[in-house]
């Protein structure tokens, strides 16, 4: 269905002020005149009130903009320093950013020279200074708000990714609460495994809190898949696995785990990435980074403003502010973590053995001795952060053992 043509197209001004002219004299009843002019409510009101101001000089025609500020000879210099540093990065065969990206350059002018320019303008001046050769835009999807509440349902995801060219490959972690568009977590890790996605849910739960749902593609990590890839093998079916950990502590916290079926599914994490690709990668080069604690810095520098100050373009605000109003509200179904429990019995691999006759067991290539009885079931719990490894060795809810590597 087309839209309707603005109200000053579609309608003679002589006609609508025939039309106010019989409302105000009662020869018209409302719901008549608007049907009439074909206006709602809200919209026949403002220009009705717009015609008894002054009925002589009522008008429909919206009064022309005035044109745009010109810019002075020293932010045109700025701008266009700025637009060929961004070219030299684009030529670069070493960084990968494909291609000018406007609005990171407009953030970047506004908390460097707090210059506040449009995207549009200094994408004009590009094209106008040969900087930049327009293609055809297509046409722009936009995905509407499937949850009222926060914490209803959490997208979740990985991408690898050469986030500065003095660098290689490393992981980027991110979780967006689904209503408010927020980032609840972002964090650069070397390699994606199990414990690094448990570690991401550990800290969004203790500074968030706990959401209804996670969101999840359907990686190994998330799901069992036992004739996952292109050949088929004889899986031994022992615990570690058939058993997910990722989904043992989603059932212990009360998670409802959810695996998408496509990429698209997960639509606004996925957007994401790409708004972050276009100006992380962009920062490290500049800024030479060489580090992944560098690298962490500017993504989080990048989370705060996408957060707290870039609006969305649906919804008209910031993530936080739709955040925090629907935490107002009373439209938040978050959780605070269990109490009485150890966060590292809790966020770990956990691993069923049986001692051997000498009370030992091995995990992954470590020999570990218990004094306990031969034979007797213990439950292993092995934590890695931040390179280091330790591993809780449980019988029931008794630690028996604790070794630290």
Aim: proline content about 3%.
């Amino acid at each position: 269905m087309s839209q309707k043509q603005q109200v000053h197209k579609r309608i003679v001004p002589l006609f609508m002020i025939e039309i106010f002219e019989a409302y105000r004299s009662k020869q018209m009843k409302l719901q008549e005149a608007m049907k009439e002019l074909q206006l709602g409510r809200s919209n026949f009101f403002r220009y009705y009130s717009a015609f008894k101001k002054d009925p002589k000089t009522f008008s429909i025609i919206p009064p022309k903009k005035k044109g745009s500020r010109k810019l002075s000879a020293d932010v045109d210099e700025k701008i266009a320093s700025i637009l060929r540093a961004e070219k030299e990065l684009v030529w670069d065969p070493l960084v990968r950013v494909g291609k000018i990206n406007f609005s990171a350059l407009s953030e970047e002018l506004h908390r460097e020279e707090n210059l506040d320019i449009s995207p549009e303008t200094i994408r004009k001046k590009a094209i106008l200074w040969k900087l930049h050769h327009p293609r055809q835009r297509g046409l722009k999807i936009y995905r509407e708000v499937e949850t009222s509440k926060i914490g209803r349902l959490f997208q979740h995801d990985t991408c690898i990714h050469q986030w500065s060219p003095y660098l290689n490959h490393f992981y980027l972690i991110l979780t967006v609460d689904d209503h408010s568009r927020r980032i609840v977590f972002a964090k650069f890790f070397e390699e994606e495994t199990s414990m690094n996605h448990l570690l991401s849910v550990r800290d969004t739960a203790l500074n968030i809190g706990l959401p209804l749902a996670y969101y999840t593609d359907r990686h190994s990590i998330f799901t069992y898949n036992a004739m996952n890839g292109p050949l088929r093998k004889n899986y031994q079916m022992v615990v570690e696995d058939a058993e997910v950990q990722w989904k043992r502590v989603m059932g212990i916290l009360g998670i409802q785990s959810i695996c998408a079926k496509s990429p698209q599914a997960k639509g606004k994490v996925e957007s994401k990435f790409k708004y972050l690709q276009g100006r992380i990668v962009r920062r490290c080069a500049k800024e030479q980074v060489t580090t992944l604690e560098h690298a962490q810095r500017i993504l989080d520098e990048e989370v705060r403003y996408y957060n707290e100050y870039r609006k969305h373009d649906i919804t008209g605000q910031t993530p936080m502010e739709r955040f925090l109003l629907a935490e107002k509200e009373g439209r938040s179904v978050l959780r605070k973590l269990p109490e009485g429990k150890d966060l590292k019995d809790l966020f770990c691999l956990e691993y069923r053995r049986k001692l051997d006759k000498y009370g030992k067991t091995t995990i992954k290539t470590i020999e570990l001795e218990v004094k306990s009885s031969p034979s007797k079931e213990v439950f292993i719990h092995y934590i890695e952060e931040n390179h280091e490894k330790e591993i809780r060795i449980l019988s029931g809810n008794t630690v028996l053992k604790v070794l630290k590597c």
